[in-house]
């Protein structure tokens, strides 16, 4: 079992930085890869990035060069890093663990979220 918790969420002007925290529990943390997802008011939850086990990142196309996934086993703690934040960034952001890839399928154990909010 992981339980997920993130952090860091808020409301930020366009153009400013947010850094985002996912703290697991459980001694497993290094075995699963790790993504983030993102969900905004009538839109479906949608990939955002991963970072596998061995440090491997992927990012979807919208924040390719505004984010940065990264990853602590020793505190067992996952970033993200967002920065040159848009409106369009706004939405609930999940911290997820599992298998990887860019479905959520990929992934068996969630967090509840943290809203991010981008004020234009």
């Known amino acids: 079992q992981v339980q997920l918790v993130e952090s860091g969420g808020g409301l930020v002007q366009a153009g400013g930085s947010l850094r985002l925290s996912c703290a697991a529990s459980?001694?497993?943390?290094?075995?699963?890869?790790m993504g983030w997802f993102r969900q905004a008011p009538g839109k479906e939850r949608e990939f955002v990035a991963f970072?596998?086990?061995?440090?491997?990142?992927y990012y979807v196309d919208s924040v390719k060069g505004r984010f940065i996934i990264s990853r602590d086993n020793a505190k067992n703690i996952v970033y993200l890093q967002m920065n040159s934040l848009k409106p369009e960034d706004t939405a609930v952001y999940y911290c997820?663990?599992?298998?990887?890839?860019?479905?959520?399928?990929?992934?068996?154990?969630w967090g509840q979220g943290t809203q991010v909010t981008v004020s234009s």
């Open positions: 970072i596998s086990r061995s440090g491997f990142t």
């Open positions: 459980g001694r497993t943390f290094s075995s699963y890869t």
């Open positions: 997820a663990a599992g298998s990887g890839g860019s479905m959520s399928s990929g992934y068996g154990y």
